[in-house]
């Protein structure tokens, strides 16, 4: 499967954004579906994923600002970020993984997907 990520941009803390991640392969809805982002001189952190049925997987440092969602007629998962603060500047990026258990352990760690897209920057001024 490949990954388009997309929907980056420059906003003012507050404002909202909509990342897209689209894929390509008739395989997608069996993925589940990650984003993570890497912001300068920080590791990698995970930021929400999706299930083929719909199960949410969010880290807490975003998970009442940032809602994760799937559109498998379109082959592409959302990623609405709202409240946006400076520290979510970042490069974005979307990953798909197999399923695995509903752990969130699992499909928080980045080295559990399998195939990546390329990022998008996401910069929030203050």
């Known amino acids: 499967v490949q990954l388009q990520a997309s929907g980056g941009g420059l906003v003012q803390a507050g404002e909202s954004l909509r990342l897209s991640c689209a894929a390509s392969?008739?395989?997608?809805?069996?993925?589940?579906i990650g984003w993570f982002r890497q912001a300068p001189g920080k590791e990698r952190e995970f930021v929400a994923a999706i299930s083929s049925s719909g199960i949410l997987y969010s880290a807490d440092s975003v998970k009442d600002r940032f809602t994760i969602s799937r559109d498998s007629a379109k082959n592409t998962v959302y990623l609405q970020m709202n409240s946006l603060k400076p520290e979510d500047t970042a490069v974005y990026c979307c990953a798909a993984t197999r399923p695995f258990e509903s752990a969130y352990y699992y499909y928080a760690r980045s080295q559990n997907y399998l195939y990546w897209g390329q990022g998008t920057q996401v910069t929030v001024s203050s």
């Open positions: 392969g008739r395989t997608f809805s069996y993925y589940v």
